[in-house]
């Protein structure tokens, strides 16, 4: 392996550079107008000492100002993104009744609303004052009386408009981040009477003919596939329209560790090109002519059912990627699967930089890089003469090899690694290629007689074998263990893998000491943090909708007091506490009372480090009143605050209400403290409250 055998690789990391200096080094870069000539200047001496007599003697120099003009492309590029909406967005409105028109991108069913991804075509304060705008929002659609809004449909609405709030709960996943950087920053919630389908208006233009073409596949689908389960099944692993899925069949493929076969990415883009293939193959097309012809329809099929999955960055990578393979095979050059990855993801980045922080577009480039490092060695460890059992090795090799290379990442964002990944892989990928191939064919022979019916029979026993084999896994013993890791021991992980893959491949001494010292470095920081974390001493007040949870952490010891819907406060605290790996989790109620040990209590009075909490919980009467001297008070379920009776009795610290307080209440106890000259704290306004002593 020689490092300038891949260019693009080299590429890649500096513009990648550049992307995450702009990103976390906002202080010291200048802004996109200081930075502009700074790139030019860059790229221009890198041409010109390419071109200088002595360019081989020139030879560092013109890496070096190469580097530097692809480290301030990357800065540039996402400056660009970043540097606040555009001209004619309709973020620039700052409206807080949103009147206009949408299209629908995307539309997901849920308990009470329908949440719709749209694409904003009009906007303005009042149903008379239409500005024609650009931009993305997320509506909360409420059902009553209306058929839930498919893709490429315009909807008229009216409703409230407002910034979609961040997840401030320690370590909770913060669903508004992610959706920014997909341009999402607002949130509309309609009533049943404030939208309205346009059923009378279409969209025009290529987008008219994107979700004509994909209502027709999903209408073939629908025809096919009676079931509704097995048609959301069917429409995700085929087109990559997730839109109907519901909880179940989510849990099923998440657990079993097969939730990568239900996004379009390099096994669906290869099953059409080597249909493709296969069908141009037996078509007589001689000479150069011939396979320009081949190459361009492959090409065009490529990229046309790329674009009919919603162009995703998963299928977009396979789609660049197989585009490459395709035109170096026209042009007779050899491909490099390092050059062609790192090429593909480069071009990807330089459309839309923000695609370096989406989790699909790291697991996937990360799961192709390892299958093509890790899964040759793994694959050589046995040897198998007969043909099934070589395949299944192959298969549970090149699983190995991909859960490798992203179980550290998988771990670090979704805090849980599939322990049989493997098995899967020898159902899902089979099945789910079986899948895929039977619906295209659906799809492009349903309207000859006799075939439609017969696909659809094949299709829906293919899905159902699928589904009930990946149930029937979810009876196994330990089927996902989860666990935490740190942005430092993430990264830990991979500098390990790269070492041992490169010991592999170059068994040299300075790689084993590389490994060991590595590994001594890892255990030791581990060590040092757990230590640390041992010796902390905080109070968490979680932000969660009409709940109340506080906890209390001395060391890795835990007093929970919590009142509320309890999956979602499992949902909102599961992450903190796989992160504090407590030893102990105790709940208490306020009738309890505690001499002794880490938290005193007498009821509602809490005595931690020193300090008195006191809970002032509304369902316990008007005739309760807070002790005197009392550091916090914890407000829940909206208590009642006499006018009368408080002097002396206010708290020397700080004053929270938490999610269980009415909205009404929690404005009247701020302007109440406010005039009391108490510090008020609101989580449900302001995020969690967190105290480390």
Same mark, same amino acid.
């Given at each position: ?8 690789l ?71 993104i ?17 009147y ?21 075509l ?16 997320l ?13 490429g ?8 408009l ?10 909770a ?18 009533p ?18 994107l ?13 096919a ?35 990568h076969i239900l996004s ?73 699967? @390092?050059?062609? #990855? *790192? !090429?593909?993801?480069?071009?990807? +980045?330089?459309?839309n930089? &923000?695609? $370096? ?10 799961a ?13 460890l ?9 395949y ?17 990442l ?9 322990? @049989?990944?493997? #098995? *899967? !892989?020898w159902?899902?990928?089979? +099945?789910?290629?079986?899948? &895929?191939? $039977?619906?295209l064919?659906?799809?492009?022979l ?78 030791g ?41 309890t ?7 599961r ?66 605050l006499?006018k009368?009776?408080l ?47």
């Amino acid at each position: 392996m020689n490092w300038r055998e891949f260019p693009f690789l080299t590429i890649l990391l500096v513009f990648s550079l550049g992307i995450l200096a702009s990103e976390y080094g906002s202080a010291w870069i200048p802004p996109s107008g200081g930075v502009l000539p700074i790139l030019a200047g860059a790229a221009g001496l890198a041409v010109w000492t390419g071109f200088q007599k002595l360019a081989y003697r020139l030879a560092f120099l013109f890496s070096v100002w190469c580097w530097a003009a692809f480290f301030l492309l990357g800065v540039w590029r996402r400056q660009s993104i970043a540097e606040g909406p555009p001209s004619g967005h309709f973020e620039r409105l700052h409206l807080e009744q949103f009147y206009g028109k949408v299209l629908v991108e995307e539309a997901k069913t849920g308990k009470n609303s329908w949440r719709v991804f749209a694409q904003v075509l009009t906007a303005g304060p009042n149903p008379d004052t239409q500005y024609a705008v650009r931009g993305s929002v997320l509506l909360y659609l409420k059902p009553e009386g209306h058929k839930i809004p498919s893709a490429g449909e315009l909807l008229a609405v009216a409703g409230r408009l407002s910034r979609i709030p961040d997840n401030s709960n320690p370590e909770a996943f913060n669903y508004a981040a992610y959706l920014r950087r997909q341009g999402i920053h607002f949130q509309a919630f309609v009533p049943a009477a404030g939208w309205m389908a346009l059923r009378e208006e279409r969209v025009r233009g290529w987008k008219a003919v994107l979700f004509s073409g994909r209502a027709y596949c999903l209408k073939q689908l629908r025809n096919a596939l009676p079931d509704p389960q097995r048609y959301a099944i069917g429409a995700a692993l085929i087109l990559g329209n997730r839109e109907r899925l519901d909880r179940e069949v989510l849990n099923a493929f998440s657990k079993t560790g097969a939730m990568h076969i239900l996004s379009v990415s390099g096994l669906h883009v290869g099953m059409v090109a080597w249909c493709l293939s296969w069908i141009l193959g037996k078509v007589p097309l001689p000479g150069r002519w011939g396979m320009a012809v081949r190459s361009g329809t492959q090409l065009g099929g490529i990229w046309g059912y790329a674009i009919l999955c919603g162009a995703g960055a998963s299928v977009l990578r396979a789609a660049v990627m197989f585009s490459w393979l395709l035109m170096g095979k026209t042009i007779n050059r050899p491909g490099n699967i @390092w050059n062609t #990855l *790192s !090429g593909s993801a480069f071009m990807l +980045l330089l459309y839309n930089p &923000q695609w $370096l922080f989406d989790i699909g577009f790291q697991l996937s480039y990360l799961a192709v890089a390892g299958i093509v490092l890790l899964e040759p060695p793994v694959y050589r460890l046995l040897h198998f003469k007969t043909l099934a059992a070589d395949y299944f090795w192959k298969m549970t090799a090149v699983g190995i090899a991909a859960q490798l290379a992203t179980g550290p990442l998988s771990v670090f964002y979704f805090h849980q690694f599939p322990t @049989w990944f493997w #098995l *899967s !892989g020898w159902v899902a990928v089979p +099945l789910g290629a079986a899948v &895929q191939g $039977l619906g295209l064919a659906l799809v492009v022979l349903g309207g000859v007689p006799g075939m439609a019916w017969s696909l659809g029979w094949l299709l829906d026993w293919s899905i159902r074998i699928l589904f009930a084999a990946l149930e029937q896994m979810l009876f196994c013993r330990w089927l996902a263990s989860r666990g935490w890791l740190e942005p430092w021991e993430a990264l830990w992980w991979y500098l390990l893998l790269g070492a041992a893959a490169i010991a592999f491949f170059r068994p040299q001494k300075i790689w084993i000491w590389i490994l060991a010292c590595l590994i001594a470095t890892g255990a030791g920081a581990r060590f040092f943090f757990r230590l640390d974390q041992a010796e902390t001493r905080e109070v968490i007040c979680f932000a969660v909708g009409k709940s109340s949870v506080t906890e209390f952490w001395n060391g890795r010891d835990a007093v929970v007091f919590q009142a509320g819907d309890t999956a979602q406060i499992l949902s909102q605290t599961r992450a903190f506490h796989l992160k504090k790996k407590p030893d102990r989790i105790s709940q208490r109620t306020f009738q309890e009372k505690a001499a002794s040990g880490n938290l005193p209590q007498s009821g509602p009075l809490v005595v931690f480090n020193g300090k008195r909490f006191f809970f002032w919980d509304g369902e316990g009467g008007k005739d309760i009143l807070p002790p005197e001297g009392a550091d916090y008070w914890i407000l829940r379920n909206s208590p009642f605050l006499p006018k009368k009776g408080l002097e002396g009795r206010m708290p020397a610290q700080l004053v929270i209400a938490d999610g269980s307080n009415d909205p009404g209440k929690r404005k009247y106890y701020a302007r109440f403290f406010k005039d009391n000259k108490v510090v008020f704290w609101s989580t449900p306004d302001q995020g969690a409250w967190k105290k480390n002593f």
